[in-house]
Structures are given as structure tokens and as C-alpha cells.
């Protein structure tokens, strides 16, 4: 089994910036694709961005430039660097790993961003 902490949510001024962490830990042989998605209120969960066992980045169009993803694999932890956020990126931010073959989703952190 696999367990998925997320940290470093919370509430920023728009322009601002915050940076997500998620460590996986538990009985883990390989871990392959690594990746953030986001649900507001309301709206379907989508693809932030995600970055590949070989270090490949996908993002969403919407945070293309602003956003960055990378992972230490040392650590099993993939972050999320999140510069010049705007109020339209308040959600839900949820962490999602590839382990041994199975999709792990973390418990979510919140993210809140004013105008």
C-alpha cells in the first residue's frame, strides 16, 4: 500500500506564489508518472501537470509558464511550483502517483487564491 502526503497549501494574494509537495511512502518498487490535478467547485477534476518516470512535463494550457512540475526521486516526491497565481487557480489540488503499477491519489490540499 501506498500513502500520499501533500503540503504546502493555502491562502495567497493574486500575483503571489506557493509551492506543493507530495511524498509517497510505503511498499514501493517503481514509481513511474507523478502529477498534480485541481477541482474547484463545481467543476470536473482536471489535469494541472505531470512529469514522467524519464522527467517529460505535461501541463494544462491554463498554467502553462506559471506553473512548474519536478520530482526528487530520491525522495518519492513530485512538487508543484506555482508562480503569478490567479483567483481562477483556487481549488482543490490533488497529487496522483503511478506506483507499481496502480494510481494513488493523495487527500487533497486547498489552495486560495484572492483578488
Known amino acids: 500500500q501506498v500513502q500520499l502526503v501533500e503540503s504546502g497549501g493555502g491562502l495567497v494574494q493574486a500575483g503571489g506564489s506557493l509551492r506543493l509537495s507530495c511524498a509517497a511512502s510505503?511498499?514501493?518498487?517503481?514509481?513511474?508518472?507523478m502529477g498534480w490535478y485541481r477541482q474547484a467547485p463545481g467543476m470536473q477534476r482536471e489535469l494541472v501537470a505531470v512529469i514522467t518516470g524519464g522527467g517529460s512535463t505535461t501541463y494544462a494550457d491554463s498554467v502553462k509558464g506559471r506553473f512548474t512540475i519536478s520530482r526528487d526521486n530520491a525522495k518519492n516526491t513530485v512538487y508543484l511550483q506555482m508562480n503569478s497565481l490567479k483567483p481562477e487557480d483556487t481549488a482543490v489540488y490533488y497529487c496522483?502517483?503511478?506506483?507499481?503499477?496502480?494510481?494513488?491519489w493523495g487527500q487533497g490540499t486547498q489552495v486560495t487564491v484572492s483578488s
Open positions: 496522483n502517483v503511478w506506483a507499481d503499477a496502480n494510481s494513488y
Open positions: 510505503g511498499s514501493i518498487f517503481t514509481i513511474t508518472t
